[in-house]
């Protein structure tokens, strides 16, 4: 059978991770899993309620929103957070025997409740720091039970360099390849401003490529936009322009020489759509194009296209609805990875066999690179 790695999927934490994995004297500020008075499970940090702890159904999206409805009409939960979390869907030694099951060599394993908190708590850096490098120790361990047949992904901040060049030798050592940071302004600066340099640079000098995907990351357009939607979040703004921050963040850094100063920077999209890739390169060209012509001299002198650094540089997964193979025919075969999403609602509950049918025959060189080749370049295969 052919060689299918699954780029994106995701390992629940357990009650207790944070408390257990966070540096001791900071066991203070531990995210944990709280019941309310109806036994409905919420995700918590201090006196700060973030979320629910909701557990979801693989590929069963309704059933996520009846149980909001449940919550909402302040009926009690139907089953204990602990007996309703499945132990293959957060023991990464159940996880590592389903493998074989779904026909999967590895898989990229991302936090769950990971997603929910960094917006929430960006006015608490010592707490999120905290609670970064606690999931980051647990990558560590999860890394070791893997064998090579997992790949978690690490959780980072470039708020605070001295944290990330310390988290990035950490993890590098532990076998750790991916760190999700997210696709937005640093404390109001521009991923491609020239502080931000030494980040990409320690990327690169640890062998660990960073990676865009959906969290609770700062929005893209002011916040008022958001205002009045129940889902704090995840709002139906952001669904809707899911592909809107990593092209942002993508479009600066290459117009503004990261990814020309940092050639052997490696950075993923994950989760966030590729349906729009195509037309962003067109019109990343275009308007850089036309910047230049417009002012008589271009933003800044580089050797390649814009667009050119990105296909270089950057691999993005797709979903299987969104027509893989129309989109490898427009984009070639060296830019898209196959991702499940499993165990989440909104994904599909059988990786390989729902992707593959979904998708449609995608064989050759082009399958190849689709379902593991793309994947292995991106955590460095051959660096």
Known sequence: MARRLDADTHLYERRDLWSSYIDPSQRHLALSIEEDDLGHAWLTQGDRRIDLAEIHHPGDLDAMGAYRRRVRQGLPAEIPFDE???????????????????????????????????????????????????????????????????????????????????????????????????????????????????????????????????????????????????????????????????????????????????????????????????????????????????????????????????RRQVRVAVFCYEGPRRLIDELGEDMLMFSSDYPHAEGIARPVADYERLAGPIDGRAGEQLYAGNLEWLLGAGR
């Open 84 to 310: 309703a979390l499945p132990a293959a869907f957060w023991d990464p030694e159940l996880r590592l025997g389903q493998l074989d099951e779904f026909g999967l060599e590895a898989s990229v394993l991302f936090p769950n409740y990971g997603l929910l908190w960094e917006r929430p708590l960006a006015d608490r850096l010592e707490a999120t720091l905290a609670n970064m490098a606690a999931w980051n120790r647990w990558a560590g361990d999860v890394a070791a039970i893997g064998g090579g047949r997992f790949q978690p992904v690490a959780h980072v901040s470039l708020r605070n360099l001295d944290w990330l060049e310390h988290q990035l030798a950490s993890l590098s050592a532990a076998g750790v390849r991916l760190a999700m940071t997210a696709p937005a302004l640093v404390d109001g600066k521009p991923l491609s401003h020239p502080d931000l340099d030494r980040a990409w640079a320690a990327f690169v000098e640890h062998g660990i490529a960073p990676v865009f995907h959906v969290a609770a990351f700062p929005h893209p357009f002011d916040d008022a936009w958001y205002e009045g939607d129940p889902d704090v979040v995840s709002p139906v703004l952001s669904s809707v322009f899911i592909y809107s921050a990593p092209a942002l963040a993508l479009c600066d850094m290459a117009v503004h020489g990261v990814f020309e100063r940092h050639p052997a920077l490696r950075l993923g999209v994950m989760e966030l759509s590729a349906v729009w890739v195509p037309m962003f390169l067109v019109m990343l060209d275009g308007g850089f194009e036309f910047h230049a012509r417009f002012n008589g001299t271009p933003l800044r002198p580089m050797e390649l296209r814009p667009s050119e650094y990105v």
